[in-house]
C-alpha cells in the first residue's frame, strides 16, 4: 500500500493544530518539524529526486 504525500498532509496538519492549541508553546518547534517533513516528502516522493537531477 502507498500512501501519497497528499494523503499525509490533512493528517499532519490536523495532529499539529491539535497540538497547538493543547500546548501553545510547542507552536515553533511543530511549524519547524511541519515544514522540514513536507520539504523532505516533497524531495523524497514521486520523481521527487529525478526533477532535481539526482
Known amino acids: 500500500m502507498e500512501v501519497s504525500i497528499v ?3 490533512p493528517l499532519v496538519a490536523l495532529i499539529a493544530g491539535i497540538l497547538i492549541l493543547l500546548i ?6 511543530i511549524v519547524a ?14 520523481g521527487g529526486l529525478e526533477r532535481l537531477g539526482l
Not at 24 to 29: F, I, M, S, T
Not at 33 to 46: D, R, S, T
Open 7 to 9: 494523503a499525509l498532509q
Open 24 to 29: 501553545p508553546r510547542l507552536l515553533n518547534y
Open 33 to 46: 518539524i511541519y515544514l522540514i517533513f513536507i520539504g523532505v516528502m516533497g524531495l523524497l516522493g514521486p
